[in-house]
């Protein structure tokens, strides 16, 4: 039975980073038949916030990443408790003192000697004596997991085997001096008890995962399968970190972007499978395949969501949307029409607004000078409403046959006076949906 979990920390909005952890871990256990968590990884009272917890489901419901269970890491502190006793039962938990400062200068000391900045686990050595001292005088310290030092070893999902000098990563601390418990014991914890098959996460966890594997066997659990996917960079290749918060999930909702589109492109982001806009959630899960994904840093335009949300557009008919259209003030009995003329002609769905107000009110005249004579003309040819899918074909013959003008040289200014714009619908189409004409 697979098990995935997708593990926000509610300390902010999600972003397009991790939606990419997000769905890939979906639609591995939607494709398996099994079951999807949403682990709310709320360890840090501090920092974690119920807003942010209501935000990150309200941003998976918006797309459609639905879950199969909720767990709340603050819920399970207990748990993590008794691994802990278990760790130190079994000699693998260890106290620390050192302050931060003090591991700062052994790092650089151990920077300067051309070694790598490992903790040398000069806590391991002390006396029960020195450590009573040391409590006495600084408090509880630190709580390390004393690693094995052989190679870790694992065949990752996307990198393929994967192996690691255990003796090149300092013992993982799992419980601050405050007392605590650190993301790295919780999640173990949780993975062995709620059964988690496959992990699919950022590659910036690869250390991570090499730890955490030791420490699930040392509680006596088996490892999932890992898969660390490249971490996005923007379009340039440059770091995308200090830029994920305007790329929230929630502003990209607001600038109109479709969660299918939004899915389908990060579905294929980096991966051997051609780009492909899916429209709907069944497709997606058919054509994943974690394996197709590469190592190489994945490269993300945000610019590229708004044309796939266009075509992705394209596709609906008016009952997928007819409630956006009808909030735009269109009216029932031209809802069909409108949308049919209009849908080719939209990026997203905001851009509905402002044809609904031109069809409504008629747009600004855009007439360029040496058009004015030639348009003032056509206008007072121009039949009385309503119009129909005739009267395009009818008062355009009529101008060119009383002007002489042909071709773009006719039907462009007209389009500019009755729209406004260069580029829409066909015209013909479009006339019958006009309530206003400014030019007039
Ligand atoms: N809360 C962790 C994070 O957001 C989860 C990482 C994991 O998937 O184990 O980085």
Not at 76 to 97: C, H, P, Q, S, V
Not at 191 to 210: F, K, P, Q, W
Request: glycine letters at 8%; hydrophobic letters at 40%.
């Amino acid at each position: 039975m697979t098990t995935t979990r997708f593990a926000p920390s509610p300390t902010g909005y999600l972003h397009v980073g991790n939606l990419r952890t997000a769905l890939m871990n979906y639609l591995i256990a939607r494709k398996a038949g099994g079951t999807f968590i949403l682990r709310i990884d709320d360890t840090d009272p501090e920092r974690s916030k119920e807003e942010y917890v209501d935000a990150i489901k309200q941003d998976l419901e918006w797309l459609g990443l639905t879950w199969d269970k909720v767990e709340r890491q603050s819920e399970r502190l207990g748990r993590y408790a008794e691994a802990a006793t278990k760790l130190r039962d079994i000699g693998r938990f260890y106290e620390a003192f050192e302050t931060p400062v003090e591991l700062d200068l052994k790092r650089k000391k151990q920077l300067n000697m051309g070694k790598p900045p490992v903790y040398d686990r000069a806590a391991l050595a002390l006396s029960d004596a020195e450590r009573a001292a040391l409590r006495a005088d600084r408090g509880q310290g630190v709580w390390r997991f004393k690693l094995d030092h052989q190679r870790i070893e694992w065949a990752d999902g996307i990198i393929g085997d994967v192996s690691i000098d255990a003796a090149s990563v300092s013992d993982p601390v799992l419980i601050r001096q405050d007392g605590q418990v650190l993301y790295t014991l919780a999640s173990v914890v949780d993975d062995t008890d709620m059964g988690v098959t496959d992990v699919v996460r950022g590659s910036d966890h690869v250390t991570n995962t090499a730890t955490q594997i030791q420490i699930i066997e040392a509680l006596g659990g088996t490892a999932p399968r890992f898969a660390h996917h490249s971490l996005l960079t923007g379009p340039q290749g440059e770091a995308l970190s200090k830029r994920l918060g305007t790329l929230a999930l929630r502003d990209l909702r607001a600038r109109g972007v479709e969660p299918m589109a939004l899915l389908s492109h990060l579905a294929r982001l980096g991966s051997s499978d051609p780009a492909e806009l899916m429209t709907d959630m069944a497709a997606l899960v058919d054509g994943f395949e974690v394996s197709h994904f590469g190592t190489a840093p994945t490269k993300f335009d945000v610019e590229d969501l708004f044309p796939l949300t266009g075509r992705y557009l394209q596709s609906l008919p008016l009952e997928a949307v007819r409630d956006r259209v009808l909030a735009a003030g269109v009216s029932e009995d031209r809802a069909e029409a409108f949308w049919t003329v209009i849908r080719d002609n939209i990026e997203t769905l905001n851009d509905v607004d402002g044809w609904a107000t031109l069809c409504r009110d008629g747009a600004t005249p855009v007439i360029d000078d040496e058009d004015r004579e030639f348009v003032a003309q056509a206008i007072t040819m121009l039949p009385e409403g309503p119009f129909d899918a005739d009267t395009w074909g009818a008062w355009t013959s009529a101008v060119k046959a009383a002007t002489g003008r042909k071709g773009r040289g006719l039907f462009m200014p007209l389009r500019k006076a009755l729209t406004g714009q260069a580029h829409g619908p066909d015209m013909g189409a479009l006339m019958p949906l006009l309530n206003v004409v400014k030019a007039r």
